[in-house]
C-alpha cells in the first residue's frame, strides 16, 4: 500500500512542468538563474534627433547615440564579469566598453573591498562616475572629456558603514582611450575618496551632503588632447602631445535630499615637462568646473555612493512605471536638471604653438538644461538644450563662438 501511494505521488509530480531556468523580457533582456550562477545578456541603445545652431558645422538629424551590448555573469556573492562590445564604435578605440572581472572576498566585511582587473571606466569625479545611461543629463560636462579615460586597470575599491566612506584605487596599465574613443598611453595611477560626514545623523538635511577628493598621476603621457561639448563638438584639440607627467586632483562637494540634487566640482589638471614647451611646466593650468541640480518630481531618490553606482538604479525605479501592476502603476518617473560648465586652457599652450585658436578655444563655458520622463525601467525620452560661449571663434562653431542647439534622445535600457 505504501509503495502504491509513492508511485502515485512520484506520477504526480512527473507531469509539472519543470521551471526553466531561462526568461527573456522586453524589460529584463535575457537572464538564466540557476544557483550558484545568475547570467545576463542585454544592453543599451540610444538613437538622438539634433537641431544644431546655423553657426554649427554638424549637420542636424537623426544620430545613433549608443548601442552596447552587455554580457554579465555572477556566481554567488563573490565572481562577477561583465564584457560590453561597442557596436557604435566611435568612443572606444578597441571595439570594447568594458571587458572586466570582479572578485569580493568573503573573508571581509560586506562591501569593504571589491577586486576588479579588466577593461574599465576611469572617472573620478561625482558626476562622470555616473553610468552615462543614468546621467540625468544627454552628455558629460567638460570635467569628462578633460580627465577621464577607459584603461587595462586593476581597481580596488569598497564603501565602510554603509557609505559613509567610499574608496577607489586604480593602476592603469596605458592601454587606454579618452572618453572620444582617441588612443591614450601612459600608465595612471589614481585614487578616490567620497565621504557623507553626516550621514550617521538623524536629520532631515545634513546626512545627504557628500565630499569627493581624487587625484591621479600620469608618468608618461603621450597621445590626443581633446575637450568636447556636452554635444560631441571640439572645444579645445591638440593632436599630440608628450609629457613627462599629466596630473591633477578633483575637489567636489555635493548634496542629496530625497529627489533633489545639488553638485559642483573643480578639476585643476596639467602638463609637466611638455615636449616642445621649452623650459616651461604647465602643472594645474587646465582648469574645469561644473555646477548642476536635478530634480525628481515624481519623487524616486538620488544615490551617489560610488560602489553601488557600477550596477546601475536598481530595482524600484521608476517607483509607479506604466507597466506595474495594481498600485505600483503610474507615469513613471519625470526629472529635469540644469548645468553650467567652464573649461579654461593655459594660453601659454596656444603661444608655444601646440595649437590655435582657429580650432580651439582658451576659454568655454556651457549651459545646458534637460527634461526627461522614464515611463518604465527600461525606456527613457529626454529633451536637452545646450547652449556653449567659447572665445577666440573656433571654425567649428562657424568662427562666431557662440551656439544654441537641441538634442531628442529615446534610450532603451535592458
Not at 554567488?76 to 557596436?87: F, K, V, Y
Not at 538644461?369 to 538644450?385: K, N, Q
Request: charged share 25%; hydrophobic share 40%; with cysteine.
Amino acid at each position: 500500500m505504501h509503495l502504491l501511494i509513492a508511485i502515485a505521488l512520484l506520477l504526480q509530480d512527473s507531469d509539472k512542468p519543470a521551471e526553466s531556468p531561462w526568461s527573456f523580457s522586453h524589460r529584463d533582456g535575457v537572464r538564466y538563474t540557476s544557483p550558484p550562477w545568475r547570467l545576463h545578456a542585454g544592453g543599451v541603445l540610444a538613437v538622438d534627433l539634433y537641431k544644431y545652431d546655423e553657426r554649427n558645422v554638424r549637420d542636424s538629424g537623426p544620430a545613433l547615440g549608443r548601442a552596447v551590448v552587455r554580457l554579465e555573469a555572477w556566481r554567488g556573492e563573490e565572481w562577477s564579469a561583465r564584457i560590453a562590445p561597442d557596436l557604435h564604435g566611435i568612443d572606444t578605440e578597441y571595439g570594447f566598453e568594458e571587458a572586466w572581472v570582479s572578485w569580493v572576498p568573503s573573508f571581509v566585511p560586506s562591501r569593504l573591498l571589491r577586486v576588479t582587473a579588466g577593461l574599465q571606466r576611469i572617472a573620478l569625479a561625482i558626476e562622470t562616475s555616473i553610468p552615462e545611461e543614468d546621467l540625468p543629463f544627454v552628455g558629460y560636462s567638460v570635467l569628462d572629456p578633460m580627465a577621464a579615460r577607459t584603461d587595462l586597470a586593476l581597481r580596488f575599491d569598497g564603501e565602510w558603514r554603509d557609505g559613509i566612506v567610499s574608496y577607489q584605487v586604480d593602476l592603469a596599465a596605458g592601454v587606454a582611450y579618452d572618453p572620444q574613443g582617441r588612443k591614450r598611453e601612459g600608465a595612471q595611477y589614481s585614487a578616490r575618496v567620497m565621504a557623507y560626514p553626516f550621514r550617521w545623523l538623524d536629520w532631515r538635511v545634513l546626512p545627504g551632503l557628500f565630499i569627493n577628493l581624487a587625484a591621479f598621476w600620469n608618468p608618461d603621457f603621450e597621445g590626443e588632447y581633446d575637450v568636447t561639448t556636452p554635444l560631441r563638438n571640439t572645444a579645445f584639440t591638440v593632436k599630440t602631445l608628450h609629457a613627462d607627467r599629466f596630473e591633477g586632483f578633483h575637489l567636489g562637494i555635493g548634496m542629496e535630499w530625497g529627489p533633489f540634487r545639488l553638485i559642483h566640482e573643480n578639476l585643476r589638471a596639467g602638463f609637466v615637462d611638455l615636449e616642445g614647451g621649452g623650459d616651461r611646466n604647465f602643472r594645474n593650468e587646465l582648469h574645469g568646473w561644473t555646477a548642476s541640480l536635478t530634480v525628481l518630481f515624481t519623487g524616486e531618490s538620488y544615490d551617489s555612493r560610488p560602489y553601488r553606482l557600477r550596477d546601475g538604479r536598481g530595482a524600484g525605479f521608476p517607483k509607479c512605471p506604466l507597466d506595474g501592476d495594481g498600485e505600483s502603476q503610474g507615469i513613471g518617473a519625470i526629472e529635469a536638471g540644469v548645468r553650467y560648465s567652464n573649461g579654461d586652457i593655459a594660453r601659454e599652450l596656444f603661444e608655444a604653438g601646440f595649437t590655435d585658436d582657429r580650432t580651439s578655444s582658451q576659454e568655454f563655458r556651457s549651459f545646458s538644461a534637460v527634461v526627461s520622463w522614464y515611463p518604465t525601467s527600461w525606456l527613457r525620452a529626454s529633451l536637452e538644450f545646450v547652449r556653449m560661449l567659447l572665445d577666440d571663434d573656433p571654425a567649428e562653431f562657424g568662427g562666431q563662438g557662440r551656439d544654441n542647439s537641441w538634442v531628442f534622445r529615446i534610450q532603451y535600457d535592458f
